[in-house]
């Protein structure tokens, strides 16, 4: 009713609840949900009896054992010409579990936020310690293969080594690479 005092229960409300069907008749439902959405609860049903539309509103309610359920109340104002006390008929649904599996969506979907920047911070920082070496491999084979006939053989040799010397570094930081993927995969 208008006192959000239950004047019906069926079976699945009694069961969630833990408590027997007669027993909750004429008891309130706002004893069962917690005091920081009792406010929520008592706009909903307000706006039940206000409104000629079915009324919606998603809320905690805690049974007897004093575990709580998220729960989407639906109700709607029962229209009724012979009893003079206006009711709401309210459908409860039980959202608990739904809701843990968002949350753990959410909480997976966050982690997996983390771990892509991440990657793509580890994507930078190698792009970088690439770009040195890749820069030493190419500024000096261009210009060995510029300035081949006008260098002597030992600047040609010395190029040579510079050349050798990046492809090395290169060589190394690939296999480092290639460890560290064979230890994260487990391998």
């Given at each position: ?5 239950i004047?019906?229960v ?5 069961k969630?609840?833990g408590?027997?069907r007669?027993k ?6 706002i004893?069962y949900i ?12 307000k706006?039940v009896?206000e ?11 805690v ?7 998220h729960v989407?109340?639906?109700?709607l ?7 003079s006390?206006h ?8 959202l608990?579990?739904?809701?843990q599996i968002q949350?753990s ?12 920047n991440?990657k793509?911070?580890f ?20 210009m ?10 030992e600047?040609?040799k010395?190029?040579?080594e ?5 492809a ?7 296999e ?12």
């Amino acid at each position: 009713n208008k006192e959000g005092l239950i004047k019906e229960v069926n079976l699945s409300a009694s069961k969630l609840f833990g408590i027997d069907r007669n027993k909750l008749i004429n008891k309130s439902l706002i004893a069962y949900i917690p005091s920081t959405e009792k406010d929520v609860f008592q706009l909903f049903i307000k706006s039940v009896f206000e409104s000629s539309a079915k009324q919606s509103v998603e809320i905690n309610v805690v049974n007897k054992e004093k575990d709580t359920y998220h729960v989407l109340l639906e109700g709607l104002k029962l229209e009724d010409a012979v009893e003079s006390e206006h009711k709401c008929q309210v459908a409860m649904i039980d959202l608990t579990e739904y809701k843990q599996i968002q949350n753990s969506l959410k909480e997976s979907n966050e982690e997996l936020q983390v771990l892509n920047n991440t990657k793509d911070k580890f994507f930078s920082i190698l792009a970088h310690d690439l770009r040195s070496p890749f820069h030493g491999l190419l500024g000096f084979s261009n210009m060995l293969l510029a300035e081949y006939d006008n260098l002597s053989n030992e600047e040609r040799k010395h190029i040579t080594e510079r050349i050798n010397l990046s492809a090395i570094y290169v060589f190394k930081l690939i296999e480092n690479l290639l460890e560290w993927s064979r230890l994260q995969s487990g391998r």
